[in-house]
DNA sequence: TAGAATAGCGTACACGTGTACACTGAAAAC
DNA sequence: GTTTTCAGTGTACACGTGTACGCTATTCTA
Protein backbone atom coordinates (compact mmCIF):
# COMPACT_ATOMS: atom_id res chain seq x y z
CA UNK A 1 0.00 0.00 0.00
CA UNK A 2 2.90 2.31 0.84
CA UNK A 3 3.34 3.21 -3.26
CA UNK A 4 6.87 3.19 -4.63
CA UNK A 5 5.52 6.07 -6.27
CA UNK A 6 4.18 7.91 -3.58
CA UNK A 7 7.12 7.22 -1.57
CA UNK A 8 9.23 9.06 -4.57
CA UNK A 9 6.84 11.39 -4.46
CA UNK A 10 7.25 12.53 -1.01
CA UNK A 11 10.65 12.07 -0.89
CA UNK A 12 10.96 15.01 -3.77
CA UNK A 13 8.19 17.06 -2.20
CA UNK A 14 10.73 17.43 0.77
CA UNK A 15 13.90 17.99 -1.36
CA UNK A 16 11.77 21.26 -2.08
CA UNK A 17 10.81 22.07 1.40
CA UNK A 18 14.42 21.40 2.23
CA UNK A 19 15.28 23.56 -0.59
CA UNK A 20 13.74 26.55 0.13
CA UNK A 21 14.78 26.23 4.32
CA UNK A 22 18.16 25.41 2.81
CA UNK A 23 18.03 29.08 1.06
CA UNK A 24 16.98 31.02 3.64
CA UNK A 25 19.26 33.33 5.25
CA UNK A 26 20.02 36.49 7.30
CA UNK A 27 19.57 38.33 3.33
CA UNK A 28 17.30 35.91 2.25
CA UNK A 29 13.85 35.91 2.91
CA UNK A 30 10.86 33.68 1.49
CA UNK A 31 9.53 36.42 -0.45
CA UNK A 32 12.83 36.52 -2.30
CA UNK A 33 12.61 32.93 -3.42
CA UNK A 34 11.93 32.59 -6.95
CA UNK A 35 10.10 29.14 -7.85
CA UNK A 36 12.71 28.61 -10.01
CA UNK A 37 15.09 28.77 -8.07
CA UNK A 38 13.54 26.82 -5.09
CA UNK A 39 13.22 24.21 -8.22
CA UNK A 40 16.46 24.10 -9.32
CA UNK A 41 18.24 23.86 -5.98
CA UNK A 42 16.08 20.76 -5.63
CA UNK A 43 17.45 19.32 -8.72
CA UNK A 44 13.95 19.93 -10.33
CA UNK A 45 12.57 21.22 -13.57
CA UNK A 46 10.84 24.70 -13.12
CA UNK A 47 7.80 23.30 -13.83
CA UNK A 48 7.56 19.80 -11.50
CA UNK A 49 6.94 22.24 -8.88
CA UNK A 50 3.73 22.21 -9.69
CA UNK A 51 3.51 18.57 -9.12
CA UNK A 52 3.89 19.28 -5.64
CA UNK A 53 2.49 23.01 -4.76
CA UNK A 54 0.20 25.05 -6.63
CA UNK A 55 1.76 28.16 -5.70
CA UNK A 56 5.33 29.52 -3.72
CA UNK A 57 2.50 30.65 -1.12
CA UNK A 58 1.79 26.67 -0.62
CA UNK A 59 5.22 25.81 -0.07
CA UNK A 60 5.60 28.85 2.45
CA UNK A 61 2.63 27.91 4.61
CA UNK A 62 3.83 24.75 4.60
CA UNK A 63 7.62 26.19 5.90
CA UNK A 64 5.27 27.61 8.69
CA UNK A 65 3.79 24.36 9.64
CA UNK A 66 7.14 22.98 9.71
CA UNK A 67 8.96 25.37 11.92
CA UNK A 68 5.45 25.41 14.39
CA UNK A 69 6.34 21.98 14.65
CA UNK A 70 10.17 22.85 15.54
CA UNK A 71 9.09 25.56 18.19
CA UNK A 72 6.76 22.94 19.87
CA UNK A 73 9.29 20.32 19.76
CA UNK A 74 10.74 23.29 22.02
CA UNK A 75 8.68 23.67 24.03
CA UNK A 76 8.45 20.24 25.34
CA UNK A 77 12.50 19.79 25.39
CA UNK A 78 12.05 22.66 27.93
CA UNK A 79 9.26 21.37 29.78
CA UNK A 80 11.27 18.37 30.64
CA UNK A 81 14.10 20.43 32.01
CA UNK A 82 12.09 22.15 34.19
CA UNK A 83 10.46 19.05 35.82
CA UNK A 84 13.93 18.16 36.78
CA UNK A 85 14.23 21.22 38.73
CA UNK A 86 15.85 24.60 38.55
CA UNK A 87 14.56 28.12 37.55
CA UNK A 88 11.88 27.89 34.99
CA UNK A 89 12.46 31.28 33.69
CA UNK A 90 16.46 30.72 33.64
CA UNK A 91 15.80 27.36 31.47
CA UNK A 92 13.30 28.87 29.53
CA UNK A 93 15.33 31.65 28.31
CA UNK A 94 18.67 29.03 27.54
CA UNK A 95 16.66 26.98 25.46
CA UNK A 96 14.99 29.84 23.62
CA UNK A 97 18.53 31.59 22.73
CA UNK A 98 20.04 27.65 21.79
CA UNK A 99 17.08 27.49 19.14
CA UNK A 100 17.39 31.04 17.91
CA UNK A 101 21.37 29.81 17.75
CA UNK A 102 20.82 26.17 15.43
CA UNK A 103 17.60 27.42 13.85
CA UNK A 104 18.07 31.13 12.99
CA UNK A 105 16.80 30.73 9.93
CA UNK A 106 13.38 29.17 10.77
CA UNK A 107 12.92 31.79 13.67
CA UNK A 108 13.71 34.47 10.87
CA UNK A 109 10.71 32.87 8.66
CA UNK A 110 8.18 33.37 11.27
CA UNK A 111 9.51 36.76 12.33
CA UNK A 112 9.03 38.21 8.43
CA UNK A 113 6.12 36.64 7.65
CA UNK A 114 4.45 38.09 10.96
CA UNK A 115 4.72 41.26 9.60
CA UNK A 116 4.46 39.90 5.75
CA UNK A 117 2.37 40.87 3.15
CA UNK A 118 0.08 38.00 3.02
CA UNK A 119 -2.68 37.67 5.44
CA UNK A 120 -2.62 33.64 5.49
CA UNK A 121 1.03 33.81 5.92
CA UNK A 122 0.70 36.11 9.16
CA UNK A 123 -2.50 34.35 10.27
CA UNK A 124 -0.34 31.58 10.02
CA UNK A 125 2.76 32.23 12.35
CA UNK A 126 -0.05 34.08 15.10
CA UNK A 127 -1.41 30.61 15.02
CA UNK A 128 1.77 29.08 16.16
CA UNK A 129 2.83 31.65 18.64
CA UNK A 130 -0.74 31.16 20.07
CA UNK A 131 -0.34 28.06 20.68
CA UNK A 132 2.81 28.51 22.52
CA UNK A 133 1.69 31.43 24.27
CA UNK A 134 -1.30 29.01 25.40
CA UNK A 135 1.03 26.36 26.55
CA UNK A 136 2.82 28.57 28.93
CA UNK A 137 -0.62 30.33 30.08
CA UNK A 138 -1.90 26.99 31.45
CA UNK A 139 1.35 26.27 33.15
CA UNK A 140 1.31 29.97 35.03
CA UNK A 141 -2.03 28.99 35.85
CA UNK A 142 -1.57 26.07 37.41
CA UNK A 143 2.13 26.55 39.17
CA UNK A 144 1.38 30.22 40.47
CA UNK A 145 -2.45 29.68 41.00
CA UNK A 146 -2.82 32.81 39.19
CA UNK A 147 -6.12 34.23 37.74
CA UNK A 148 -6.78 32.90 34.18
CA UNK A 149 -7.18 36.65 33.07
CA UNK A 150 -3.87 37.43 34.96
CA UNK A 151 -2.23 34.59 33.53
CA UNK A 152 -3.03 35.45 30.08
CA UNK A 153 -1.59 38.91 30.00
CA UNK A 154 1.76 37.52 31.77
CA UNK A 155 1.99 34.61 29.05
CA UNK A 156 1.58 37.29 25.91
CA UNK A 157 4.17 39.58 27.64
CA UNK A 158 6.87 36.95 28.34
CA UNK A 159 6.35 35.74 24.93
CA UNK A 160 6.68 38.69 23.50
CA UNK A 161 9.59 39.88 25.75
CA UNK A 162 11.08 36.05 24.28
CA UNK A 163 10.46 36.88 20.47
CA UNK A 164 11.73 40.01 20.69
CA UNK A 165 15.26 38.96 22.59
CA UNK A 166 15.47 36.37 19.93
CA UNK A 167 14.58 38.94 17.34
CA UNK A 168 17.71 40.82 18.86
CA UNK A 169 19.88 37.90 19.19
CA UNK A 170 19.97 37.11 15.56
CA UNK A 171 22.40 40.02 14.85
CA UNK A 172 24.31 39.48 18.06
CA UNK A 173 27.27 37.90 18.58
CA UNK A 174 27.89 35.38 21.05
CA UNK A 175 29.15 37.74 23.71
CA UNK A 176 26.03 40.30 23.13
CA UNK A 177 23.66 37.20 23.42
CA UNK A 178 25.03 36.47 26.79
CA UNK A 179 23.75 39.63 28.00
CA UNK A 180 20.53 39.76 25.82
CA UNK A 181 19.46 36.53 28.14
CA UNK A 182 20.55 38.06 31.41
CA UNK A 183 18.13 41.40 30.23
CA UNK A 184 15.59 39.30 29.15
CA UNK A 185 15.80 36.89 32.39
CA UNK A 186 15.45 40.51 34.51
CA UNK A 187 12.52 41.03 32.41
CA UNK A 188 10.46 38.26 32.57
CA UNK A 189 10.86 38.38 36.52
CA UNK A 190 9.63 42.41 36.81
CA UNK A 191 6.76 40.53 34.63
CA UNK A 192 6.36 37.92 36.86
CA UNK A 193 6.68 40.11 40.18
CA UNK A 194 4.15 42.86 38.58
CA UNK A 195 1.59 40.08 37.51
CA UNK A 196 2.10 38.22 41.19
CA UNK A 197 1.41 42.08 42.93
CA UNK A 198 -1.10 42.98 40.57
CA UNK A 199 -3.15 40.03 39.82
CA UNK A 200 -4.08 40.13 43.96
CA UNK A 201 -5.03 43.50 43.62
CA UNK A 202 -7.12 42.82 40.40
CA UNK A 203 -8.98 39.14 42.25
CA UNK A 204 -9.83 41.90 45.08
CA UNK A 205 -11.26 44.41 42.70
CA UNK A 206 -13.80 41.56 41.84
CA UNK A 207 -15.23 39.94 44.93
CA UNK B 1 20.56 81.88 -3.48
CA UNK B 2 17.46 79.45 -2.89
CA UNK B 3 17.42 78.28 -6.76
CA UNK B 4 14.99 77.49 -8.80
CA UNK B 5 16.13 75.10 -9.62
CA UNK B 6 17.11 73.38 -6.36
CA UNK B 7 13.98 74.13 -5.36
CA UNK B 8 12.26 72.12 -8.60
CA UNK B 9 14.87 69.40 -7.29
CA UNK B 10 13.60 69.06 -3.79
CA UNK B 11 9.87 68.96 -5.06
CA UNK B 12 10.49 66.55 -6.94
CA UNK B 13 12.19 64.31 -4.63
CA UNK B 14 9.39 65.04 -2.49
CA UNK B 15 6.68 63.59 -4.85
CA UNK B 16 9.34 60.27 -5.01
CA UNK B 17 9.07 59.61 -1.31
CA UNK B 18 5.32 60.53 -1.46
CA UNK B 19 5.05 57.88 -4.21
CA UNK B 20 6.94 55.16 -2.25
CA UNK B 21 4.94 55.88 1.20
CA UNK B 22 1.78 55.91 -1.09
CA UNK B 23 2.00 52.37 -2.12
CA UNK B 24 2.62 50.90 1.01
CA UNK B 25 0.04 48.83 2.27
CA UNK B 26 -1.22 46.24 4.48
CA UNK B 27 0.07 43.61 1.19
CA UNK B 28 2.40 45.48 -0.37
CA UNK B 29 5.80 46.28 1.76
CA UNK B 30 9.01 48.17 0.33
CA UNK B 31 11.37 45.79 -0.79
CA UNK B 32 7.99 44.57 -3.78
CA UNK B 33 8.42 48.14 -4.82
CA UNK B 34 10.32 48.66 -8.04
CA UNK B 35 12.43 51.41 -8.80
CA UNK B 36 9.72 51.59 -12.76
CA UNK B 37 6.38 52.07 -10.35
CA UNK B 38 7.61 54.60 -8.06
CA UNK B 39 8.73 56.75 -10.74
CA UNK B 40 5.73 56.47 -12.62
CA UNK B 41 3.40 56.83 -9.62
CA UNK B 42 5.59 60.28 -9.10
CA UNK B 43 4.97 60.81 -12.33
CA UNK B 44 8.69 60.68 -13.79
CA UNK B 45 10.32 58.62 -16.34
CA UNK B 46 12.03 55.38 -14.76
CA UNK B 47 15.51 56.76 -15.54
CA UNK B 48 15.03 60.20 -13.74
CA UNK B 49 14.78 58.25 -10.65
CA UNK B 50 18.89 58.12 -10.17
CA UNK B 51 18.72 62.08 -10.66
CA UNK B 52 17.40 61.78 -6.78
CA UNK B 53 18.40 58.33 -5.39
CA UNK B 54 21.20 55.93 -6.32
CA UNK B 55 19.16 52.98 -5.61
CA UNK B 56 15.72 51.69 -3.79
CA UNK B 57 18.07 51.24 -0.76
CA UNK B 58 18.35 55.15 -0.26
CA UNK B 59 14.95 55.84 -1.18
CA UNK B 60 14.16 52.86 1.35
CA UNK B 61 16.60 54.07 3.91
CA UNK B 62 15.39 58.27 3.54
CA UNK B 63 11.70 56.36 4.26
CA UNK B 64 13.11 54.92 7.62
CA UNK B 65 14.28 58.49 8.75
CA UNK B 66 10.97 59.70 8.06
CA UNK B 67 8.76 57.67 10.02
CA UNK B 68 11.81 58.00 13.24
CA UNK B 69 10.97 61.92 12.65
CA UNK B 70 7.48 60.36 12.81
CA UNK B 71 7.74 58.78 16.11
CA UNK B 72 9.68 61.63 17.74
CA UNK B 73 6.99 63.93 16.90
CA UNK B 74 4.63 61.44 18.45
CA UNK B 75 6.61 61.36 21.79
CA UNK B 76 7.19 65.51 21.82
CA UNK B 77 2.74 65.16 21.84
CA UNK B 78 2.74 62.20 24.55
CA UNK B 79 5.16 64.35 26.83
CA UNK B 80 2.83 67.53 26.60
CA UNK B 81 -0.44 65.60 26.88
CA UNK B 82 1.35 64.02 30.09
CA UNK B 83 2.59 67.29 31.32
CA UNK B 84 -1.10 68.09 31.55
CA UNK B 85 -1.45 65.52 33.96
CA UNK B 86 -2.75 62.02 34.05
CA UNK B 87 -1.91 58.42 34.07
CA UNK B 88 1.50 57.95 32.06
CA UNK B 89 1.32 54.45 30.77
CA UNK B 90 -2.52 55.08 29.69
CA UNK B 91 -1.74 58.03 27.95
CA UNK B 92 1.08 56.65 26.12
CA UNK B 93 -0.83 53.60 24.83
CA UNK B 94 -3.61 55.60 23.65
CA UNK B 95 -1.39 58.04 21.90
CA UNK B 96 0.38 55.10 20.45
CA UNK B 97 -2.59 53.93 19.27
CA UNK B 98 -3.71 56.73 17.53
CA UNK B 99 -0.08 56.60 15.57
CA UNK B 100 -0.87 53.53 14.71
CA UNK B 101 -4.47 54.05 13.25
CA UNK B 102 -3.61 57.04 11.15
CA UNK B 103 -0.01 56.06 10.31
CA UNK B 104 0.06 52.32 10.00
CA UNK B 105 1.72 52.12 6.38
CA UNK B 106 4.48 54.07 8.30
CA UNK B 107 4.64 51.79 11.09
CA UNK B 108 4.59 48.70 9.30
CA UNK B 109 7.77 50.12 7.18
CA UNK B 110 9.62 49.88 10.40
CA UNK B 111 7.94 47.10 11.77
CA UNK B 112 9.13 44.52 8.61
CA UNK B 113 12.32 46.24 7.86
CA UNK B 114 13.29 45.46 11.39
CA UNK B 115 13.76 41.83 10.06
CA UNK B 116 14.18 42.20 6.55
CA UNK B 117 17.18 41.40 4.55
CA UNK B 118 19.02 44.60 5.01
CA UNK B 119 21.67 45.42 7.24
CA UNK B 120 21.37 48.81 6.45
CA UNK B 121 17.59 49.03 6.84
CA UNK B 122 17.37 46.83 9.94
CA UNK B 123 20.64 49.05 11.46
CA UNK B 124 18.40 52.06 11.03
CA UNK B 125 15.11 51.03 12.25
CA UNK B 126 17.23 49.92 15.54
CA UNK B 127 18.79 52.87 15.55
CA UNK B 128 15.28 54.77 15.72
CA UNK B 129 13.39 52.43 18.11
CA UNK B 130 16.79 53.23 20.60
CA UNK B 131 16.23 56.82 20.52
CA UNK B 132 12.61 55.96 21.68
CA UNK B 133 13.55 53.51 24.35
CA UNK B 134 16.44 56.15 25.79
CA UNK B 135 13.79 58.85 26.36
CA UNK B 136 11.26 56.68 27.69
CA UNK B 137 14.32 55.50 29.93
CA UNK B 138 15.46 59.05 31.18
CA UNK B 139 12.00 59.44 32.14
CA UNK B 140 11.33 56.92 33.92
CA UNK B 141 14.76 57.28 36.12
CA UNK B 142 14.06 60.82 36.75
CA UNK B 143 10.01 60.39 37.52
CA UNK B 144 10.45 57.25 39.28
CA UNK B 145 14.08 57.74 40.93
CA UNK B 146 15.09 54.55 39.29
CA UNK B 147 18.24 52.79 39.24
CA UNK B 148 19.89 53.40 35.58
CA UNK B 149 20.38 49.63 34.79
CA UNK B 150 16.72 49.11 35.97
CA UNK B 151 15.07 52.37 34.03
CA UNK B 152 16.81 50.45 31.00
CA UNK B 153 15.11 47.06 31.42
CA UNK B 154 12.06 48.40 31.81
CA UNK B 155 11.99 51.30 29.19
CA UNK B 156 12.91 48.32 26.81
CA UNK B 157 11.03 45.94 28.38
CA UNK B 158 7.82 48.54 27.64
CA UNK B 159 8.98 49.76 24.25
CA UNK B 160 8.59 45.82 22.96
CA UNK B 161 5.58 45.50 24.18
CA UNK B 162 4.06 48.36 23.05
CA UNK B 163 5.24 47.52 19.44
CA UNK B 164 4.13 44.27 19.62
CA UNK B 165 0.78 45.57 20.73
CA UNK B 166 1.50 48.24 17.69
CA UNK B 167 2.02 45.26 15.24
CA UNK B 168 -1.60 43.14 16.26
CA UNK B 169 -3.68 46.50 16.42
CA UNK B 170 -2.67 46.62 12.15
CA UNK B 171 -4.78 43.50 11.40
CA UNK B 172 -7.70 44.48 13.89
CA UNK B 173 -10.67 46.08 13.93
CA UNK B 174 -11.95 49.22 16.16
CA UNK B 175 -13.41 46.34 18.70
CA UNK B 176 -10.35 44.76 19.13
CA UNK B 177 -7.97 47.45 19.18
CA UNK B 178 -9.86 49.09 22.64
CA UNK B 179 -9.08 44.97 23.93
CA UNK B 180 -5.56 45.70 22.45
CA UNK B 181 -4.89 48.75 24.26
CA UNK B 182 -6.74 47.73 27.83
CA UNK B 183 -4.20 44.62 27.70
CA UNK B 184 -0.96 46.81 26.64
CA UNK B 185 -1.95 48.82 29.77
CA UNK B 186 -2.13 45.71 32.06
CA UNK B 187 1.21 44.92 30.86
CA UNK B 188 2.88 47.62 31.51
CA UNK B 189 1.66 48.15 34.89
CA UNK B 190 2.91 44.28 35.90
CA UNK B 191 6.42 45.40 34.29
CA UNK B 192 6.11 48.76 36.29
CA UNK B 193 5.17 47.50 39.28
CA UNK B 194 7.63 44.15 38.95
CA UNK B 195 10.74 47.01 38.39
CA UNK B 196 9.80 48.95 41.36
CA UNK B 197 9.55 46.05 43.50
CA UNK B 198 12.71 44.08 42.20
CA UNK B 199 14.85 47.00 41.70
CA UNK B 200 15.02 48.13 45.20
CA UNK B 201 16.06 44.66 45.87
CA UNK B 202 18.99 44.75 43.12
CA UNK B 203 20.19 48.52 44.95
CA UNK B 204 20.28 46.87 48.30
CA UNK B 205 21.97 43.43 47.28
CA UNK B 206 24.48 45.85 45.46
CA UNK B 207 25.27 47.90 48.54
C1' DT C 1 25.24 87.18 -23.29
C1' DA C 2 27.98 82.76 -24.18
C1' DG C 3 28.94 78.45 -22.08
C1' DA C 4 28.55 74.97 -18.54
C1' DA C 5 25.61 72.21 -15.67
C1' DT C 6 21.82 69.31 -14.99
C1' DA C 7 16.72 67.56 -14.36
C1' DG C 8 14.10 64.84 -17.08
C1' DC C 9 12.97 61.91 -21.35
C1' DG C 10 12.98 57.96 -24.65
C1' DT C 11 15.10 54.07 -26.58
C1' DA C 12 17.27 49.83 -26.09
C1' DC C 13 19.09 45.70 -24.04
C1' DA C 14 19.88 41.56 -21.35
C1' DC C 15 17.92 39.03 -17.81
C1' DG C 16 14.82 36.50 -14.58
C1' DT C 17 10.19 35.60 -13.84
C1' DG C 18 5.62 32.48 -13.83
C1' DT C 19 3.40 29.22 -16.38
C1' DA C 20 0.96 27.00 -20.64
C1' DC C 21 1.62 23.05 -23.49
C1' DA C 22 2.99 18.73 -25.48
C1' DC C 23 5.77 14.96 -24.42
C1' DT C 24 8.09 10.62 -22.09
C1' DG C 25 8.73 6.68 -19.30
C1' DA C 26 7.67 4.14 -15.40
C1' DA C 27 4.37 2.64 -11.88
C1' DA C 28 -0.55 1.40 -10.99
C1' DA C 29 -4.97 -0.50 -12.15
C1' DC C 30 -7.63 -3.59 -14.47
C1' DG D 1 -0.83 -8.08 -20.71
C1' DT D 2 -3.04 -3.82 -21.79
C1' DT D 3 -4.47 0.49 -20.53
C1' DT D 4 -4.44 4.41 -17.53
C1' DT D 5 -2.24 7.53 -14.43
C1' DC D 6 1.12 10.80 -13.40
C1' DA D 7 5.97 12.66 -11.77
C1' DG D 8 9.20 14.87 -14.30
C1' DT D 9 11.15 17.21 -18.81
C1' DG D 10 11.99 20.81 -22.37
C1' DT D 11 10.39 24.45 -25.18
C1' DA D 12 8.25 28.67 -25.63
C1' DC D 13 6.10 32.99 -24.56
C1' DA D 14 4.84 37.44 -22.67
C1' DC D 15 6.05 40.40 -19.14
C1' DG D 16 8.45 43.35 -15.69
C1' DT D 17 12.83 44.42 -14.11
C1' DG D 18 17.34 47.60 -13.59
C1' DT D 19 20.09 50.56 -16.04
C1' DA D 20 23.42 52.30 -19.92
C1' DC D 21 23.38 55.89 -23.31
C1' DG D 22 22.37 59.92 -25.93
C1' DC D 23 19.35 63.80 -26.27
C1' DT D 24 16.65 68.23 -25.00
C1' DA D 25 15.41 72.24 -22.58
C1' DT D 26 16.05 75.12 -18.88
C1' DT D 27 18.60 77.23 -15.20
C1' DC D 28 22.98 78.71 -13.34
C1' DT D 29 27.54 80.79 -13.75
C1' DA D 30 31.00 83.84 -15.31
Do not use: W
Not at 16 to 24: C, E, K, P, Y
Not at 75 to 98: D, L, N
Amino acid sequence: MSGIRAQQKEKTRRQLIDAALGQLSADRSFSSLSLREVAKEAGLAPTSFYRHFSDMDELGLTLVDEAGLTLRQLMRQARQRIEKGGSVIQISVRIFMEFIESNGNIFRLLLRERSGTSPAFRAAVNREISYFTLELCDYLQQANKLDAEVASLQANAAVTIVFSAGSDALDADKKDREHLAYRTIQQLRFIARGAMELGQRIEVNKS
